[in-house]
């Protein structure tokens, strides 16, 4: 069983910066692939960016130049480095890994972009 904890959520300001942190249990190299999404209130889960195993990454439009997805093998964790945030990036982020073609979630952590 993954499993997956997020970290580094909280309260910025409009133009300011946070980095998230997925730790997961067992060992990341075994996963297909990482990812963050999010979901804000009355919305669906979108797709924030994705990291493969062998360190492709994808990010959606609107996070491209903004974000940054990387991942510590060493350490088992993936992170999400977020820059210049606006009030519209406000949402709870989810890591997300694949393994064997099954989904993991993590429980999420609240970002709060203030104007």
């Known amino acids: 069983q993954v499993q997956l904890v997020e970290s580094g959520g909280g309260l910025v300001q409009a133009g300011g910066s946070l980095r998230l942190s997925c730790a997961a249990s067992g060992s990341i190299v075994s996963f297909n692939a990482m990812g963050w999404y999010r979901q804000a209130p009355g919305t669906q889960r979108e797709l924030v960016a994705t990291i493969s195993s062998g360190g492709r990454t994808n990010y959606a439009d609107s996070m491209k130049g903004r974000f940054t997805i990387s991942r510590d093998n060493a350490k088992n964790t993936v992170y999400l480095q977020m820059n210049s945030l606006k009030p519209e990036d406000t949402a709870l982020y989810y890591c997300?890994?694949?393994?064997?073609?099954?989904?993991?979630w993590g429980q999420g952590t609240q970002v709060t972009v203030s104007s």
């Open positions: 997300n890994a694949v393994k064997q073609f099954i989904n993991y």
